[in-house]
């Protein structure tokens, strides 16, 4: 049985996939637990990206074949209604007795469609909880000059590159116009944080898209809960009208929300699989940390965003 857990915005996708290849009849395990702190804001869990893949049963050629995945959900055209991203994927895991799949970005290049799968598991989000994964996962971790290399080549190669050809001229005009730009404002103090940067590499793709010579890096504060807020409510417009092709189409699956924990019953029924004492375990210790970092990501919240 081939399971997809599959999420269009910020999401729990990758946190449901850790959970269920806890089990050792699920995998392979891309993702590991960073959640190590009592104060810290940060992701509960994260994706093993090269080179440092922590001993985990994750290695190089898997991570390349996972990330070739993500490139052709997002750029791959859907045949009949289903995008075919998957199948290496899973023949390249077909020893476990239930691969999974899962994304941590993107979405399908049309929403009117659906993942090549068995057994379909959507991460259904709200706007408020898409935020929050971003914010606690990703936005405010602290930059340094290796991490604006290794960001900055990670975006391209993640969102503009398939099949080993480049897709557009974001890097060009990246490398030649802005990056630079960045490194000093990095050292002027202007560039903090994870997120100004990766606002910054989607301004240049919007940029590219809508034919325009160029932008201005703004790093305001004040952008980053308006517009996530803005962007997110486009993003589930797109994410509701796909569980309504999923649901018109009569297409075998499951939605999901933000408190899976509180309902793995659920989604063990689905699967038609038996609980396990590790994914009884394993889903006390994602509540607890999620209930921890929600009320610290509420304290952000206040602090910089009003509202409209």
Sequence with gaps: MNIAIYQTVNAHAPAIHWWLAQDPRFGPQLYMWVANSKE???SIVEEMREPTFHDQDISAELYDVHQETLREMENKKAVDGIVDCTSTYFNFTKNYKHPVWSNYFGATYNPMSTIA?????FAESTIEDSVMYYVTQ???????LDAIEEHCQVWWTDHKLMNGEILDDWKEIWYRDYHNQ???DFHDGKLQYMWQLNFAHW????ALANGLNG????YSMERLFNEKYQQTTSDLKAEAHQIKYV???NIDHLCVGTHWFNNIDTILSYLGVENSDILIQSAEQYKKEFIRINTAYKEILNKYYKGN
């Excluded at 799968?117 to 598991?121: A, E, F, G, R, Y």
């Excluded at 990703?138 to 340094?144: C, H, K």
């Excluded at 301004?203 to 919007?206: I, S, T």
């Design 40 to 42: 810290d804001l940060t």
């Design 117 to 121: 799968c068995d057994k379909l598991i």
């Design 138 to 144: 990703y936005a405010f971790n602290n930059l340094d």
């Design 182 to 184: 960045c490194i000093q």
């Design 203 to 206: 301004d240049l793709h919007h």
């Design 215 to 218: 932008f201005v890096l703004n």
């Design 247 to 249: 649901k018109d189409n």
